[in-house]
């Protein structure tokens, strides 16, 4: 549950700037006597408002972390970034080597920080370690029984095979975002396999578990999803037993230029 925020202004470290005025989306800040003030309740505690301030004189109440000071060295090199998504491959081939706890911790991080639409910070994270195979077995047990069917509403599917690792691919590790939206848990997702991959890990997007856990009420119970959660991303992380030596070729963007 979340805990209630309050925004805070020091009048005496205040120089009237404005800018935590001009930067608020919700109009939430105004300015008396070249002091700022809190001058509505309609405040998503997006922060935009502690981010800016150049005194400091902006604080938000309920939160555990302190901000970060930023030196303006925080940019991504683009060549670089361009590169590594080119160099990014799904991974479906696992070495038996673990991932580290600080790893996933980056990982989940990477989620928890990613901006959420009206500043809702409502995506949850559910870490599979210890429970994995489990899951998988549920998993699994399901498809099995529902393969036979798929393959007549789909033959392009007739080749697939339900074997032990079908789902997690020999990984020790899955992690699932969770939200009522989409795009935010999406988001999210696509960060974290980000800093999956700057930590040196493959990443695989298991679009076949994500059904799973919309098909199987034991595999909900298992994953402890609440009435009316659903899991909207499912990444496998692992140290890749593949290596690949150049990118591949992709169809050119369908972008409109108006």
């Known amino acids: 549950m979340r805990r209630p925020h309050e925004v805070r202004i020091d009048a005496k470290a205040c120089t009237g700037c404005g800018l ?26 997006c922060g935009h408002c502690v981010a800016v301030c150049p005194e400091g004189a902006v604080s938000m109440t309920g939160f555990d972390e302190e901000p970060v000071e930023l030196d303006g060295n925080e940019r991504l090199d683009a060549d670089e970034l361009l590169r590594a998504l080119r160099a990014r491959r799904s991974i479906r081939r696992f070495a038996s080597r673990p991932v580290d706890e600080d790893e996933v911790a ?3 991080e990477a989620g928890r920080v990613t901006p959420t639409g009206s500043n809702a910070q409502e995506v949850e994270f559910i870490v599979l370690r210890d429970a994995l195979p489990e899951a998988e077995r549920v ?18 599917i007739a080749h697939i095979k339900i074997d032990e690792r079908f789902f997690f691919k020999n990984a020790p590790v899955a992690i699932m975002t969770v939200s009522k939206n989409r795009v935010d848990a999406s988001l999210a997702a696509a960060n974290m396999a980000l800093m ?14 994500t059904v799973a856990t919309r098909l199987s009420p034991s595999l909900r119970r298992l994953l402890d999803l609440r009435h009316g959660q659903h899991v909207v991303a499912t990444l496998v992380l692992g140290r890749p037993a593949v290596r690949y030596r150049r990118t591949a070729p992709k169809e050119p963007a369908n972008a409109r230029m108006l």
């Open 196 to 209: 999956a991959e700057a930590c040196g890990l493959g990443v695989l997007y298991s679009g076949f578990f």
């Open 20 to 45: 935590c005025r001009d930067d608020c989306p919700m109009g939430n800040i105004a300015l008396e006597e070249r002091i700022a003030h809190v001058a509505t309740q309609r405040c998503i505690m």
């Open 139 to 156: 998993a699994v047990r399901l498809f099995r029984r529902l393969l036979p069917l798929a393959k007549l509403l789909r033959p392009s």
């Open 106 to 108: 980056r990982i989940v």
